[in-house]
């Protein structure tokens, strides 16, 4: 009798112990937006994905703003909309599109990119690209590969591979004595190297540079677009 009186005192105390539990805390972090939309709104709101509560305002640019918006998040996971009212993020009509952000940083490049040729349909495949100091230094190239095919850059006589998703950074390009480097780039199909573009990339200085390669849904050819940054502290 004795043990199940234990028993049950641990099951009434049980429910209240439960509802005790602390929620989870909101922590900052400060994003950049720029989208790849011809036509995408200037701003748009994040929220958790569970439509409880609202992380903040974006404010999307076509080019890399050096203010950020700070948000407040609960979870890794984030849900875009138009709308201010988190509830918003529970309706697929609304939806914009959705990200997991890294752990381990506070400061994010949010990419958003077409995921259809609809006219009209701005839903995005979103990407969060680590921007701070240690991972995207000053006077480096981050260069991300968001097509499907493996590209590679030729800087000088150096050559840099990246594969479908990869994200990585050259922190010490190679220049020649105008302080420029001849540029090739390439991308694979069928086993073979393919040409996408030829160029020069001039010394960043104390910037950096974001290059993305991209799939262009309506050729279906594979794109490389250089975005000049600041250094955000």
């Known amino acids: 009798m004795k043990t199940l009186s234990l028993l049950a005192i641990a099951l009434v105390s049980l429910p209240g ?9 909101e922590q900052p972090v400060n994003v950049r937006a720029i989208s790849f939309h011809q036509d995408f709104p200037a701003e ?3 929220h958790d994905p569970t439509g409880s509560s609202t992380a903040g305002l974006i404010e999307v640019k076509s080019f890399l703003n050096h203010e950020p918006n700070t948000l407040k998040i609960k979870g890794n996971r984030l849900v875009f909309t138009r709308k201010s009212n988190p509830v918003s993020a529970t309706d697929v009509s609304e939806l914009l599109g959705d990200v997991e952000l890294p752990a381990g940083s506070k400061s994010f490049i949010l990419v958003f990119l077409p995921d259809s040729v609809e006219p009209g349909n701005q839903h995005s495949r979103v990407i969060a690209i680590d921007d701070s100091v240690k991972e995207f ?3 480096s190239f981050k260069v991300a590969n968001f097509s499907a095919s493996p590209v590679k850059i030729l800087l000088e006589k150096d ?3 990246y594969a479908p998703g990869d994200v990585k950074v050259i922190d010490k390009p190679p220049f020649g004595e105008n302080q420029a480097a001849s540029m090739e780039a ?3 199909k069928d086993d073979e190297w393919k040409m996408i573009s030829t160029g020069s990339w001039p010394n960043p200085g104390t910037r950096r540079v ?3 390669f991209t799939e262009n849904l309506a050729t279906k050819e594979i794109e490389l677009k250089g975005i000049r940054d600041v250094v955000v502290p």
Do not use: R
Request: charged share 10%; no cysteine.
């Open 186 to 188: 390439y991308f694979k």
């Open 159 to 161: 050559t840099f591979e």
């Open 210 to 212: 974001l290059q993305v």
């Open 17 to 25: 112990l439960l509802s005790a539990a602390p929620a989870a805390a």
């Open 44 to 46: 748009i709101h994040a």
């Open 137 to 139: 230094p000053a006077g």
